[in-house]
């Protein structure tokens, strides 16, 4: 381990008919997927180049050869459960080796930059958790500096409820936090910020 700071990338292995569902259902399921491949691709490009270690966790499989480097990134198998679960494990694995300052981000965020990313770590040096809300009621980057469970349990996944949910999680420990920037996921094509080019697209 070269650094105290680590990113946690969640992603979905890139096959046709298992990602962005819900985008399929309005472009059909090759172009949805060419979508999330281009997704995964900003996100690895977003995170590249941030000084922290970087693990990419992956839904199904562990990739042998992709855009996510062995030189670069440590990879491994999401855990089981729900995505509660999921992510408590990837924390409870992160602080169990010594890492000081963890942030978990997904990979459909097309708004996320790594200034952004950057801004998270430095929130973290004077605040106990830093989340950057989505638009759709869930948040797209949790950090924090040591282990909050409760964070974790109790939640509705996948809905609106999720950000609010946290907040109150946060207020009723009586620890302090900061909010990033509010920032679109891609779930639907309009989601997109040139949507147009996408249907204007063979394939």
């Known amino acids: ?28 399921e090759e172009k949805a997927l060419q ?12 995170t590249q180049h941030v000084e922290a270690d970087k693990v990419v966790y992956y839904a199904e499989r562990v990739e042998e050869h992709d ?4 030189a670069y990134h440590h990879k491994k198998l ?11 494990a ?7 080796e010594a890492y000081e300052s963890v942030v978990i981000i997904g990979s459909d965020c097309q708004q996320l930059k790594q200034e952004i990313i950057e801004q998270a770590f430095d929130e973290l040096q004077t605040h106990d958790v830093v989340i950057g809300p989505a638009v759709d009621g869930g948040y797209y980057l ?6 909050y469970p409760d964070f974790f349990q109790n939640k509705h996944w996948s809905t609106d409820q999720v950000f609010t949910a946290t907040i109150e999680d946060i207020e009723r420990l009586e620890i302090t936090y900061s909010l990033l ?6 779930d639907y094509l309009e989601d997109l910020e040139k949507p147009e080019q996408w249907l204007n697209m063979s394939g």
């Open 78 to 88: 999401q855990p089981s459960g729900d995505l509660g679960e999921k992510m408590l």
């Open 181 to 186: 920037p509010t920032l679109k996921d891609v």
């Open 90 to 96: 990837a924390f409870e694995a992160a602080f169990a």
């Open 67 to 70: 855009l996510w480097p062995y």
């Open 35 to 46: 979508i999330y491949l281009y997704l995964l691709e900003h996100t690895q490009t977003v």
């Open 142 to 147: 949790l950090g924090m500096n040591r282990l």
């Open 1 to 28: 381990m070269k650094n105290k700071k680590l990113i946690m990338v969640f992603v979905r292995n890139p096959e046709l008919g298992k990602v962005k569902t819900r985008l399929a259902a309005s472009v059909g």
